[in-house]
T-cell receptor
Framework: GENVEQHPSTLSVQEGDSAVIKCTYS??????FPWYKQELGKRPQLIID?????GEKKDQRIAVTLNKTAKHFSLHITETQPEDSAVYFC???????????FGAGTTVTVRA | EAGVAQSPRYKIIEKRQSVAFWCNPI?????LYWYQQILGQGPKLLIQ????????DSQLPKDRFSAERLKGVDSTLKIQPAKLEDSAVYLC?????????????FGPGTRLTVL
């Protein structure tokens, strides 16, 4: 099955700085890559996603890039704010089964 | 719009006991998922329903776990008997249709502690 690896496991940044989280996937058939944000004790919520026919997607301070050849994708958060502190999960799925395989998560702490 | 509802929010049981979790998806969502999230890990899919039929249960430990979605709406997940390693948050999610372009909406989860 699909194997998604996520790095780093923890990330501490100064408020206003950028944060970058990287994920790799194993199955070249994967074609959908969502990112979820999970605040402490709360449910995961989709923040951005990208499909394999697109190399980059932006939504305000959040951007995701995809390199299909290298089989990796990244989440970029610019001008970080305290409310960005959370656990972020990457995931991947392929058209044949639509199952989401999640990474282990990155705990992001934004220091004021 | 109302979100995915789950109950109970917390459950503490002793090993070898039984436990059941309930999920009510977003109205009109055909696809329902149960995930297991062990502390420090990402969610792992246990079972996926499309309406009242099972699409994928390949990662469900069928010797102790069972799930049903009668009438294609609410779903229950049962563990019988529970083991210590079953301690986790059980997340229910739903999407309008199956497929990678349909966002999965998660419920608040049920935190299970097995002593």
């Amino acid at each position: 099955g699909e194997n998604v690896e996520q790095h780093p496991s923890t990330l501490s940044v100064q408020e206003g700085d950028s944060a970058v989280i990287k994920c790799t996937y194993s199955d070249s058939a994967s074609n959908y890559f969502p990112w979820y944000k999970q605040e402490l004790g709360k449910r995961p919520q989709l923040i951005i996603d990208i499909r394999s026919n697109v190399g980059e997607k932006k939504d305000q301070r959040i951007a995701v890039t995809l390199n299909k050849t290298a089989k990796h994708f990244s989440l970029h958060i610019t001008e970080t704010q305290p409310e960005d502190s959370a656990v972020y999960f990457c995931a991947a799925s392929k058209k044949s089964d639509y199952k989401l395989s999640f990474g282990a998560g990155t705990t992001v702490t934004v220091r004021a | 719009e109302a979100g995915v509802a789950q109950s109970p929010r917390y459950k503490i049981i002793e090993k070898r006991q039984s436990v059941a979790f309930w999920c009510n998806p977003i109205s009109g969502h055909a696809t329902l998922y149960w995930y297991q999230q062990i502390l420090g890990q990402g969610p792992k899919l246990l079972i996926q329903f499309q309406n009242n039929g099972v699409v994928d249960d390949s990662q469900l430990p069928k010797d102790r776990f069972s799930a049903e979605r009668l009438k294609g709406v609410d779903s229950t997940l049962k563990i019988q008997p529970a083991k210590l390693e079953d301690s986790a948050v059980y997340l229910c999610a739903s999407s309008q249709h199956a497929g990678p372009h349909n966002e999965q909406f998660f419920g608040p989860g049920t935190r299970l502690t097995v002593l």
